[in-house]
């Protein structure tokens, strides 16, 4: 600028000097524009981030309603099932003494009878066959099988 002030006096120096500042103002109105398309894009991204944080929340809103209703369902679930294990093993029970308390009666019939051995065990009572007649019944037995 000193040799702008300095060359004022030459008819070529209003020219160069308009020139420079021409370019200048050229430069910052670029610059300007450039600063309002950027400043543009920046609201734009700064909506668009906003509107995925929103959806992100109520994504999360969501899935939270949903892992709490998931819950809900399989607590109820493991009570029911827990229930109708209860009443299966309460079942069992009741049936492991009725086919007890049968069985006691079968045997208590049987000795009545006099079918039952003497011995209780369930053993039949052993003859005095020979080795033969053992083999063939053995043999009988296998066979059915």
């Excluded at 000193?2 to 004022?8: F, R």
């Excluded at 370019?23 to 610059?31: G, R, S, V």
């Excluded at 009741?94 to 045997?107: A, F, R, Y």
């Excluded at 011995?119 to 066979?143: C, L, R, W």
Aim: aromatic share 2%; no cysteine.
């Amino acid at each position: 600028m000193a040799d702008q002030i300095t060359d004022s006096s030459s008819p070529a120096a209003p020219a160069s000097s308009a020139s420079p500042l021409a370019l200048k103002k050229d430069n910052i109105t670029l610059a300007n524009s450039k600063i309002a398309e950027l400043s543009e894009s920046r609201a734009e991204l700064l909506n668009r981030i906003q509107n995925l944080k929103q959806d992100l929340q109520s994504w999360r809103s969501k899935l939270d309603t949903q892992v709490k209703v998931y819950r809900e369902e399989l607590t109820d679930l493991k009570k029911t099932l827990n229930l109708e294990v209860e009443q299966l093993r309460q079942e069992f029970k009741e049936l492991k003494s009725n086919l007890n308390q049968q069985q006691e009666d079968v045997t208590a019939s049987l000795k009545d009878l006099g079918l039952q051995d003497d011995y209780g065990d369930g053993k039949e009572p052993e003859d005095d066959a020979t080795e033969e007649d053992q083999s063939q019944n053995n043999n009988v037995k296998e066979a059915e099988h």
